[in-house]
């Protein structure tokens, strides 16, 4: 088990060694900080769903952005072949990885409670939904990253895995924005499939044991497929 | 120590290893040797858990791959073909990073020291892997392996890509290591196994086509022997005579270079080595043994006559 905190901490330390991380926490900030500032002084309220709303959007760019070499590299490199002889499992193999992008992600959207401060100067913002929001956010990211680092054991080329994650992410993203187009029990389906309206969900300060598992179950369900894909190639 | 049992591999429907079963000994520098696309990486993949075979088996210290798979792991070194590595990590992070992994995740300092000291990475210890030459990066693909202090140690054509006094140096250091472990080295390099090994065992298109060491299997494929000969004076009686010396089979040449100075090449019957009776033969007839040279069978040949003349 030790093992999967040896691999997360190489990982992550990989992310600030190379521009990765910087890149990737500048121009969040700067995005999110833009597109906040702009729309809260607009409609002159004291919150932060606007930012949960944006932050949403923008992680459709950025994690698989974060995610799309984690295993690609290793396949282009070959190094997957002295990873996956190593005596750990693949699954804590993944877990690993997936804990490192997880921890970059996170201590980015830590840095977004400087908005929560500096609206704390303004007025009264509700502390209750924002922890809510954080919390929805923990789970969306999760759900993102899961899928990223899918994408990125299905191919060995980074680019690839960035466009596959992005159009996977979009569906479970854009889902709930089109169910009117849909008659009644196919738009609860597709409700239900959507990440959006699961957050709203969390977001309203009611943690809902079917919103959790909605998310626990996506994580779940495409870390067991990054893992299947990695095991494939035993049988190829 | 390592015992291969009926070890079958097919990729879709071509088989890229066919049924080969074999042991090693702890203690033996195996030579595992076949031209290129033979199924050496593909057997030196399923011992060490990246691949699965078709069917059969292999244990590791009576570990098998199947079911405890990282037990086998755990007492394997692996480099790979090429030696890949984190190029933007540097050496000592490197390292430090797979002995963690190797082992339960804890650090022992001294023993990566000794790592870098053996496989001679002193100078480099900050530097990134990237920025190192090939044969700098094969020494820390080889410090990777060995880390952990395996028990085995698989080396999959370390040697590919080096220069000449590289490739001497890492020749050396797996000699060194075959001292205290069993090592598997693959290679398509016939003097490098010569050198380095003290079992060979030969592969083609994936079934086992010998096995032995390397001087059993030149004696056990040994054919016809050649003697080439540079003689002086009474040539005419010489060679009238050298006809009837026991193991002589013909004369397959014979070249006048000026008046009776001969060339003569004989060729010499399977297992018979005549050059004493060729050499009483030249006091007897007062000939003057200039020059007199006996080839066998190299491991060259018989790796061509196995392999299909394929190098």
Redesign the interface.
């Known amino acids: ?3 999967i ?3 997360a901490k ?1 990982e992550f330390k ?1 992310y600030f ?2 521009p990765v991380a910087y890149v990737v926490i500048t121009l969040f900030l700067l995005i999110a900080g833009w597109q906040f500032s702009t729309g809260m002084f607009l409609s002159n309220t004291p919150d932060l769903r606007g930012l949960f709303g944006i932050i949403r959007f923008i992680l459709l760019f950025f994690i698989p952005a974060v995610s799309m070499r984690l295993l690609s590299e290793e396949k282009r ?6 990873l ?6 693949d699954w804590q193999l993944v877990l690993g990885k997936y804990i490192a992008a997880y921890l970059l992600i996170l201590v980015t959207l830590i840095l977004t409670l400087i908005h929560f401060i500096s609206i704390a100067f303004l007025g009264e913002p509700d502390v209750g939904a924002t922890i809510a929001g954080y919390i929805g956010l923990f789970f969306v990211v999760g759900v993102y990253l899961a899928i990223g680092i899918f994408t990125s054991a299905l191919t060995q080329n980074q680019i690839v895995s960035f466009i596959l994650s992005f159009v996977i992410i979009f569906f479970f993203f854009i889902v709930d924005k089109v169910v009117f187009l849909f008659p009644g029990f196919i738009a609860n389906i597709l409700e239900f499939l959507s990440i959006d309206y699961h957050f709203n969900n969390i977001a309203r300060g009611v943690l809902d044991s079917r919103d959790v598992f909605y998310y626990l179950s996506l994580i779940f369900i495409f870390l067991f497929l990054t893992v299947q894909t990695l095991e494939s ?4 | 120590m390592i015992s291969v049992q009926n070890l079958t591999k097919y990729y879709g429907t071509a088989p890229a290893v066919n049924n080969i079963s074999f042991e090693i000994e702890k203690g033996t520098v195996l030579g595992f040797l076949g031209p290129n696309g033979a199924g050496k990486t593909t057997t030196v993949r399923i011992i060490t858990c990246y691949l699965s075979p078709t069917s059969g088996n292999v244990l590791v210290d009576n570990h098998s791959i199947h079911t405890e798979s990282l037990e086998v792991r755990k007492r394997i070194g692996y480099l790979p073909e090429n030696a890949p590595l984190y190029l933007d990590m540097n050496v000592v992070d490197y390292i430090n990073f797979m002995h963690r992994m190797r082992g339960d995740g804890t650090v022992d300092g001294s023993r990566i020291r000794e790592v870098i000291a053996t496989c001679g990475l002193e100078g480099v210890v900050h530097k990134n892997i990237g920025e190192l030459s090939k044969g700098y990066r094969q020494r820390v693909g080889l410090a990777q392996a060995l880390v952990h202090d395996p028990e085995i140690l698989i080396l999959d054509e370390p040697t590919v890509g080096l220069d000449p006094n590289q490739i001497i140096e890492i020749r050396n250091l797996i000699k060194n290591l075959g001292r205290e472990k069993t090592v598997i080295l693959c290679s398509h390099i016939l003097h490098e196994v010569e050198a380095t090994c003290n079992r060979v065992l030969i592969i083609s298109e994936g079934d086992l086509v010998a096995d032995g060491t390397p001087s059993e299997l030149q004696a056990s494929f040994e054919g016809k022997g050649r003697i080439s000969l540079q003689v002086k004076n009474n040539c005419g009686t010489f060679l009238e005579k050298v006809i009837n010396v026991p193991g002589i089979d013909r004369i397959i040449n014979d070249i006048q270079i000026t008046e009776g100075l001969h060339e003569v090449q004989l060729e010499s019957v399977k297992g018979i080595d005549p050059r004493e009776d060729i050499f009483r033969l030249c006091m007897n007839t007062n000939t003057v043994l200039l020059e007199m040279k006996r080839e066998v069978t190299s491991l060259e040949d018989v790796f061509r006559q196995l392999t299909g003349g394929e190098h």
């Open positions: 088990m030790r093992q905190a040896v691999l190489k990989g060694d190379s490199l070959g190094t997957i072949e002295l996956m002889t190593l005596p750990i499992k190639r035993k049988w190829k």
